[in-house]
């Protein structure tokens, strides 16, 4: 198994955190609008469309400075029992009551494609994500 890490090793690329900010939510790509090319938000997404045909190991972590971790794991909860229209994964049940992890997967490829399951603006509403544009609140929770 080390052999092949380290054959792989120029593979790898240490990715720099993706920060969701409110810019990121805009109503507009519910319905109009692609956020993978639209030009305001082009520079996040390029990057992504660059390792679309590789495997990546994604989280979504909460910054305590801006919001507190049980506070938002509620908040989601809450979204996901309301029966919203739109699929969300389930919750860990034994999940460290002081993690700040809200959620972990990975994918094979096309992560950008995920990501915007994950912000809430794909398509196809079965599609499970952590559909945040729908319960995140940035006035609230912060950014």
Same mark, same amino acid.
């Given at each position: 198994m *080390? /052999?092949?890490?380290?054959?792989? $090793? ?6 720099? #955190? @993706? @920060?969701? +900010?409110? /810019? $990121?939510?805009?109503? =507009?790509?519910?319905k109009?609008?692609?956020?993978? +090319?639209?030009?305001?938000?082009? /520079? ?7 390792? !679309?045909?590789?495997? @990546? ?5 909460? %910054? ?14 809450e ?5 919203? #229209?739109? &699929?969300?994964?389930?919750? !860990?049940?034994? *999940? %460290?009551? &002081?993690?700040?992890? $809200?959620? @972990? ?7 950008? $494609?995920?990501? =915007? +399951? ?7 509403? %079965? +599609?499970?994500?952590?559909? *945040?544009?729908?319960?995140? !609140? ?6």
């Amino acid at each position: 198994m *080390l /052999e092949n890490v380290e054959r792989n $090793l120029e593979r790898f690329v240490e990715g720099k #955190p @993706v @920060v969701i +900010t409110s /810019e $990121l939510f805009r109503e =507009v790509y519910i319905k109009n609008s692609n956020i993978t +090319t639209c030009k305001e938000d082009n /520079e996040a997404f390029s990057e992504f469309r660059r390792i !679309k045909n590789r495997p @990546v190991l994604y989280w979504f972590s909460i %910054d305590d400075e801006i919001t507190n971790a049980t506070i938002l794991r509620s908040k989601y909860l809450e979204f996901k029992d309301s029966k919203s #229209p739109r &699929n969300s994964p389930a919750c !860990k049940p034994c *999940l %460290d009551i &002081n993690s700040k992890t $809200l959620y @972990v997967d990975k994918v094979k490829k096309d992560f950008h $494609l995920r990501l =915007v +399951t994950h912000l809430g603006y794909s398509r196809n509403k %079965d +599609t499970a994500g952590m559909q *945040l544009f729908h319960w995140y !609140k940035p006035n609230e929770f912060g950014i």
